[in-house]
């Protein structure tokens, strides 16, 4: 019995982690238990709760002196225990709902069942969770589709010709011949005894020299020649 009833915490641990995973995990009769030696009222029980497929019952219990047996409607209302559909005697019964129905649970022992130890077991369809509609989420300005600018014409201004100034071609050097200026040839005195110099050519008229200037050259040229004489 020990081994049996370790087996059971072990399938009741198992199972619910399995009502974890897919539904929820009900004690029958709560703190009660199943039972017929206190004052159980297991319809009122059953009806504080909605169940749904994947849920799992937990029966816990003397099995010295109780039991659970699964019946049909019929034999539930007149407590026929002749003809069960399941029986279960461990005294820690875990079951889970897979389909959705009615399912009619008592006690097999004499009297429990007129007792009032027995329930009925409702099981629907859970129903699918609804999905939030996303909000719509603003628009990103980054991603948002407005139309890029038409290209605008080119600002690039037409190439305007580099101004090279143009001289005028520079005229030629004159060749105008500017004419000889004939050497100035000194004055020349007429000395007594001594012939008369030739007449000089193209002589400068000498009004147009300073009279000082004038004497100073005839003095030189006096002395000079009575220097070479």
């Avoid at 190439?159 to 005229?171: K, R, V």
Wanted: aromatic share 12%; with cysteine; charged share 10%.
């Amino acid at each position: 019995m020990a081994c049996l009833a370790t087996g059971a915490m072990i399938l009741l641990s198992f199972m619910s982690a399995v009502g974890v995973c897919f539904g929820a995990v009900y004690k029958v009769g709560d703190s009660n238990g199943w039972t017929n030696e206190t004052n159980v009222d297991y319809k009122v029980w059953s009806s504080n709760s909605t169940f749904f497929v994947g849920d799992t019952f937990f029966f816990q219990y003397d099995y010295k002196s109780n039991d659970v047996m699964e019946v049909s409607r019929e034999d539930f209302e007149s407590c026929n225990v002749r003809s069960p559909l399941n029986l279960y005697t461990s005294g820690r019964d875990s079951i889970t709902m897979w389909k959705p129905g009615h399912f009619y649970y008592l006690c097999s022992f004499p009297g429990h069942c007129q007792a009032g130890q027995k329930v009925d077991i409702r099981v629907l369809i859970q129903p699918p969770n609804p999905t939030p509609s996303p909000s719509p989420s603003p628009s990103d300005p980054r991603t948002s589709s407005t139309p890029s600018p038409s290209p605008s014409p080119s600002s690039t201004l037409p190439s305007t010709p580099s101004y090279q100034p143009t001289h005028p071609p520079s005229p030629s050097p004159s060749t105008t011949t500017i004419p000889a200026t004939p050497d100035a040839q000194p004055p020349h005195f007429s000395l007594p005894g001594a012939e008369a110099p030739a007449p000089l050519k193209n002589t400068a008229p000498t009004s147009f020299l300073p009279s000082k200037v004038l004497l100073g050259l005839h003095l030189m040229m006096a002395l000079g020649f009575l220097a070479y004489y």
